[in-house]
């Protein structure tokens, strides 16, 4: 038996259940019990992450909307801004196109620093005009993500292992997306489960047999037990 290292996840495709939504409630626990940092590094908008933190009963150190909004648990590090998103959302309603959120689009009520796009919608009149504005289009496999092409998940990660105080190269991170591959590039061991896209998989030191929730449940009891 060793000591926990610490965490880092993403949310979508890897905390939840095999159909692809909604968060699998078998990683609560683990993640309640784990000894060190578990950081929450996804594409969700910022308040999403802090409830989960809320839910799973672990401190909120949380790097969201693709490392363009970071929380260490005390301060707040924004990395972007949405005017410029704004801009790209509505030359491209202009053109013709929807969202594809409906009316009330919660999935952007609440994001600070990009904007989500449907994956039902158009892509390439979206990149087009994002490459316009000097922004970036990242399909993460549950929405286009409309950003400012600096900020990641990896270098959220370093702002908040520097204010928690641990080393990058110390973690293990789980991940299924192109969005990941920042944080694998930081951390010491990574997995994408089964389900990840190709981006991920090369990234990845390992990819695992399980999908999903299942794959990171495995990881964690592999990690616990020293393997």
Not at 4 to 14: A, E, R
Not at 54 to 78: K, Q, S
Not at 162 to 189: K, L, M, Q
């Amino acid at each position: 038996m060793t000591a926990d290292p610490p965490l880092v996840l993403d949310v979508d495709g890897t905390l939840t259940r095999l159909e692809g939504w909604g968060i699998d409630p078998r990683v609560f626990d683990p993640l309640r019990e784990w000894e060190a940092p578990v950081v929450i590094a996804t594409g969700k908008a910022f308040p999403y992450p802090v409830a989960l933190c809320h839910f799973a009963g672990i401190p909120e150190l949380v790097v969201a909307e693709n490392g363009g909004v970071v929380y260490t648990g005390e301060d707040v590090f924004y990395r972007a801004d949405r005017e410029a998103a704004e801009a790209v959302v509505e030359a491209y309603r202009a053109a013709g196109y929807d969202l594809g959120w409906g009316r009330e689009e919660t999935v952007n009520r609440w994001r600070e620093t990009e904007v989500a796009v449907n994956l039902e919608q158009p892509l390439e009149p979206l990149r087009e005009i994002a490459a316009e504005h000097g922004l970036e289009v990242v399909d993460t496999g549950y929405a286009y993500h409309v950003k400012d092409p600096e900020p990641n998940k990896g270098d959220g990660l370093e702002t908040v292992a520097a204010h928690v105080g641990f080393d990058p190269a110390d973690c293990v991170a789980v991940g299924d997306s192109i969005n990941d591959v920042s944080t694998f590039e930081r951390t010491g061991r990574s997995f994408a489960v089964a389900n990840a896209d190709d981006h991920a998989k090369r990234a990845a030191d390992e990819v695992l047999e399980d999908a999903h929730a299942d794959g990171t449940l495995a990881v964690l009891e592999r990690v616990r037990a020293g393997e």
